[in-house]
């Protein structure tokens, strides 16, 4: 269904069929090509950018228990589902495994915790957040007096998370469970014992980290492709000083006046048009719109030769906003080959 009520007003020139609808299967569902990001959305503001986004045409949210918003967050859902906004149902919301919640008989407490704050009976998707363990606690971010991070000294392995992870399917609490940050050779190691398989894949990816040899991956092990972070993390805390704004990058500016189309939705819709899922963050109303609105063109060949080769102005590998490094001494930190 396309859980659109015809009540409610939409903007005006507001496409109600093309907009939001189109989505690609993840494991039992279909999941809306263009979601709704909440990193870094502040408490205070969160809310009503969620509460905007489902009024207007999005159907997918993404969260995180880390981005410690997800109670004001919850306090929007039941508000929409409860006025008839929309149904919970035609709304795909994932949340994500925190790292100190990795032991088997700490998975299960992780999610009731995230159920409970966005006030939901399941999730349609939970993610392991990072392949990465912390010393469990009410910390979520442990370190010592050195400011050094704490690991869990038993470091659960993959297979111990999962398995905890399959039992919330069985349970009902989640309909479909992947990881996150992951690279190729820890996705391998999952596939390889994964009872119920890995539904998708959220990365950072952009024209500066196409991240093509993990799409290529995804395909293969029919694995949702999700990109976090798409326009390359204009205002975030994790860029470095010598990042080049991908908004102002002239091959993505000369793109979008050809499409007479603002860079951000340029970089979008480069997603889509790889068959990914893409799920901008704004708490903007006008910009939220606007990440949407990008269902009435696609990109051609030439355009997409253009965005997959961009990394290559930077370096060989491109550009990681969100490397984590300060985690790098962790056995299975990700990006060991980027160090």
């Not at 008989?105 to 363990?133: G, S």
């Amino acid at each position: 269904s396309s859980g659109i009520n015809a009540e409610w007003p939409l903007r005006p020139g507001f496409e109600v069929v093309t907009m939001a609808q189109k989505s690609i299967s993840c494991g039992v569902s279909q999941m809306p090509v263009v979601g709704l990001g909440t990193w870094q959305s502040k408490k205070g503001e969160v809310g009503a950018a969620v509460e905007h986004a489902l009024r207007n045409g999005y159907r997918h949210i993404d969260c995180a228990m880390v981005y410690q918003n997800e109670e004001e967050i919850g306090e929007t859902f039941k508000k929409v589902f409860s006025e008839g906004v929309v149904k919970r149902e035609d709304v795909f919301i994932t949340s994500k495994l925190w790292n100190t919640y990795k032991r088997a008989e700490d998975v299960p407490k992780a999610c009731a915790k995230t159920l409970k704050d966005l006030q939901l009976d399941y999730l349609d998707l939970y993610l392991i957040h990072w392949p990465v363990m912390f010393k469990p606690g009410e910390n979520l971010f442990p370190t010592d007096a050195d400011g050094k991070f704490i690991y869990d000294e038993q470091n659960p392995s993959f297979k111990e998370t999962w398995n905890a992870l399959e039992k919330l399917v069985d349970e009902g609490k989640v309909k479909n469970i992947g990881l996150s940050n992951f690279n190729k050779d820890q996705i391998a190691e999952v596939l390889e014992f994964a009872r119920v398989k890995p539904a998708s894949l959220q990365v950072e990816s952009h024209p500066q980290l196409p991240n093509l040899e993990l799409l290529d991956i995804c395909k293969k092990n029919d694995i949702a492709f999700v990109a976090y972070s798409p326009l390359g993390n204009p205002g975030s805390v994790f860029r470095r000083p010598e990042q080049k704004n991908l908004l102002e990058d002239d091959d993505v500016k000369k793109i979008a006046a050809k499409h007479k189309k603002s860079a951000g939705q340029i970089l979008i819709r480069y997603q889509v048009d790889k068959g990914n899922v893409v799920i901008p963050k704004s708490v903007t109303p006008s910009r939220i719109d606007e990440n949407l609105d990008v269902f009435g063109f696609s990109l051609d060949e030439t355009d997409m030769g253009v965005l997959n080769n961009l990394y290559k102005k930077i370096g060989p590998k491109g550009f990681r906003t969100c490397a984590v490094a300060h985690w790098g001494t962790h056995p299975n930190y990700p990006f060991k080959d980027e160090l």
